[in-house]
């Protein structure tokens, strides 16, 4: 092959790369503001009372929205990380990120769920179950994407690598545990979600990677 098919050959993959991206992009920008659309207020005429009492009660929606939130926030800046060390795709990686896009796109119904029903076992068990499967479809991108290596960029440094595949594990434990938790009593869940997602993931980066 010669350097200019070789060029060539480079600059097709890093377009097919780049066009994935912006499509993987796009499709976690429009599920994150879709979880503001379950957000409104009832069509009724308000007054003073009526409309703060509205407001109020609105508040299961809100805490819905600022978790799901940073649940899609997270998953699209590990998307982020992980396709900035790639250097080309091939199908068996485009397919698994439609998967996790598919999830992904799931989330404002999951959302609605939990904003409904989080004070019920089923509800709290959809939206854990649910945050583990995308949890897992996303270790599965990730295995397809720097498992053997060969669509990594040159210079990725193995411990980043390493560090990425360790942190996937994070919304993994974070799904888990908030499933069982909600099946004792679903605050408990909501609790881990909330309030238990940044010691999950500090305790897991505690393991060095090297």
Known sequence: ?????????????????????????????IAITLLVIEIRLPEIHFDERTLAQALVDL???????VVSFFVVGRFWIAHHRMFGMLKATEPRLTWANL????????????????????????G?????????????VN?????????????????????????????????????????AAGMVAPVLAMAVLILGTPLIGWLVRLRKVG
């Open 1 to 29: 092959m010669t350097q200019s098919s070789r060029d060539g050959e480079q600059h097709h993959e890093a377009a097919q790369l780049e066009r994935l991206t912006f499509f993987s992009d796009a499709v976690f920008a």
């Open 59 to 65: 508040i299961p929606r809100y805490i819905g929205f």
């Open 99 to 122: 998967v996790l896009l598919m999830a992904i796109a799931f989330m404002p119904f999951t959302t609605a769920v939990i904003s409904e029903s989080a004070q019920l076992r089923v």
């Open 124 to 136: 709290i068990g959809f939206y854990a179950g649910w945050l583990t499967l995308i949890g897992l």
């Open 139 to 179: 270790r599965w991108l990730i295995h397809v994407a720097l498992g053997d290596g060969h669509l990594v960029r040159d210079g990725v440094d193995e411990v980043a690598i390493r560090a990425h595949v360790r942190d996937s594990a994070i919304p993994l434990i974070i799904g888990v545990t908030a499933f």
